[in-house]
């Protein structure tokens, strides 16, 4: 029996050591810790694997008990018994896989067992506890166990040893030697076997420890970068900013390539692959995988370089993620993480990949509302500053000085609305949306003063189809009116005509200014609402603000639409339509 003990042990310490080199390939890992069906096949087919290894690597014993020398066992012969450490690893199966994969290990296991007997019809005993076995230690599988958590050892040893103590009573019961081949092989087996199973549950817990170092790491390493790019996105999601995050998160990871992109193209590109993955490359170019994510808002992962879709056949990089940066339902932009080897890419490195996606997401989303801040209290200083100058301010106190001295009933109209003016600018200060009817207000206080000091000069008509309570950007309209009185008509006195329409048009509002003045220069139509322009009639940085805003309440659902011509220029916006305060909770977009 000692002789017996030292070949089955050494049977065990050959399964440990394979098992001891499979943790250390990175693709079984990632079948730990991602318990998909497709992955638990994958395990059931390297258990069975093992378990036919162990049925190979068996000690034959013939009927009067003598160990038999054969390194390889293809077949038993007739009338021998044969002591094997399968057991080992249909157990373990269960343990780690569930019942499912031990199941279906303990089935291939005993069925090769069976060939081994060459189909003799009193084998058929080992398929059935084999099979039991499986199920039985899968039953001890916690599917909704924490990560990086497997059963301790000595749990392993006590599972082992009754799951051997199973597969010795079939054997006692169905075997053509029953009691006397148990008795020969019952204790080494059954106590090797359960020591084998603590080990390889060892490993398995030395790995997941080792994970669980790594993710901490890793997660001290997330939290310097989150505090280093928090500055960068002051100002949003920008070709300056995005170029920062890459170099920072290529310097605080083991990632080989960082990118970040909006909605229309890659901003910022660092890491290997650079000459081809580069700033401003436009969506055609952009990699598939970045493009799927952006459609579906899912994290796409990618394998291999055809997954990555690259358009450069000698791109380095061989593995990567592609997360979409969102919050709620706005799409912000995709970060894509790269690797060159695609065994880098472990559960690990997905969710430090997914965690600092959502960050930067965050981030974003903060950096805009301060711009926005930033961008409302610049609109309010400009009105302030072009409207409520001293000379606007005295011209218009003047003219109600001269009106009350024939017309009291209209100079008290044009007191009241220039106090509405001014408390329209500062409640429009204070807020990112307001309802139409304050917007409203504000505009026809504005035209009726502008209108009351020259009085033939403009004929403006306002008509609106929506309700007065849908919710508009402060500012939104009455820029778009001053913009026309001020650069629309040249030195012309009379005929100078403004239309403005509200109208709902499917889910959006449509906000359009149109007069029938000069147009707008054609060198410069391009530029307005997107840059300051150098021009005598003035930098269009009322425009350009008032479309920075619309694209940071709104993304990509806000456009401002420019026609113009020799008969005049028509300027619309087009948000989408939010009707209530509760509506306006809702709209992922007016974040």
């Known amino acids: 029996m000692g002789e017996l003990a030292f070949l089955i042990a050494e049977r065990v310490g050959l399964i440990i050591l394979l098992a001891f080199i499979l943790v250390n390939i990175r693709p079984f890992r990632r079948l730990l810790l991602d318990a998909t069906p497709a992955n638990l096949f994958k395990l059931a087919l390297i258990f069975s694997a093992f378990a036919i290894i162990s049925n190979l690597l068996g000690i034959e014993i013939d009927p009067d008990n003598h160990i038999m020398r054969e390194t390889i066992l293809w077949h038993v012969t007739p009338g021998y018994s044969v002591a094997n450490v399968r057991i080992l690893a249909v157990t373990v199966a269960g343990i780690v896989g569930g019942p499912g994969v031990g199941g279906l290990t303990g089935l291939v296991a005993g069925t090769h067992r069976m060939m081994q007997e060459s189909w003799a019809a009193d084998a058929w005993f080992y398929i059935v506890s084999s099979t039991l076995i499986g199920i039985l230690s899968g039953m001890l599988y916690h599917k909704n166990r924490r ?75 997330v939290m310097k970068l989150a505090v280093k790019t928090l ?12 170029r920062q995050v890459t170099e920072l998160i290529l310097e605080y990871t083991d990632f080989d390539a960082v990118g970040i992109g ?99 997401a965050t981030q974003i989303v903060l950096g805009e509302k301060e711009r926005q801040a930033g961008l409302l209290r610049d609109a309010e200083l400009k009105s302030l500053q072009a409207q409520i100058s001293p000379h606007f301010f005295f011209n218009s106190i003047n003219t109600i000085i001269a009106i009350s001295r024939f017309d009291s009933e ?54 609106s189809s929506v309700d007065d309570q849908v919710l508009v950007p402060p500012f939104a309209i009455q820029v778009l009116v001053e913009n026309a009185i001020h650069h629309a008509f040249g030195n012309r006195k009379t005929g100078n005509i403004i239309n403005i329409w509200i109208t709902k048009s499917g889910k959006y509002l449509e906000i359009r ?24 009639q003035g930098s269009g940085t009322a425009m350009q603000n008032l479309n920075a805003r619309l694209k940071g309440l709104y993304g990509d659902s806000a456009k401002m639409q420019i026609v113009t011509g020799k008969t005049g220029t028509s300027i619309s916006l087009l948000i989408p339509y939010v009707q209530t305060r509760q509506d306006l909770n809702t709209e992922g977009a007016s974040i």
């Open 147 to 221: 990560h990086f958590v497997v059963m301790p050892p000595w749990q392993g040893f006590l599972v082992s040893l009754v799951m051997e103590s199973i597969q010795m009573i079939f054997v006692v019961f169905f075997s053509p030697t029953h009691l006397k081949l148990a008795h020969f092989i019952a204790l080494p087996m059954i106590v090797i076997s359960s020591i084998g199973t603590a080990f390889f549950l060892m490993i398995l817990s030395l790995y997941f420890r080792q994970e669980v170092d790594t993710r901490a790491v890793q997660t001290r390493s």
């Open 513 to 536: 200014v149109a007069d029938n003045g000069e147009g707008i220069d054609p060198a410069v139509i391009g530029k307005l609402g997107k840059e300051k322009i150098d021009s005598r």
């Open 410 to 463: 209209k100079a008290r109209f044009l007191l009241r609305e220039l106090s509405t003016f001014f408390r329209s600018n500062l409640l429009g200060a204070n807020q990112s949306k307001i309802p139409l009817k304050q917007e409203e207000a504000h505009v026809k206080a504005y035209l009726n003063l502008e209108q009351t000091r020259f009085p033939d000069k403009y004929d403006v008509e306002f008509y």
């Open 262 to 360: 909006n909605t229309e193209k890659t901003l910022a590109f660092a890491g290997a692959g650079s000459d081809h993955h580069y700033h401003d490359m436009p969506k055609a170019n952009v990699p598939r995988f970045a493009k799927q994510a952006l459609q579906n808002r899912q994290t796409q992962l990618a394998y291999n370089a055809a997954q990555i879709g690259c358009h450069n056949d000698h791109c380095p990089l061989q593995a990567g993620m592609a997360i979409p940066l969102t919050l709620g339902s706005r799409v912000l932009g995709v970060l894509t993480l790269y690797f060159k080897e695609n065994w880098q890419l472990t559960p690990v490195e997905i969710q430090t990949g997914e965690g600092l996606g959502e960050i930067l």
């Open 231 to 242: 500055p960068a996105f002051r100002h949003g999601l920008q070709s300056e900013s995005a």
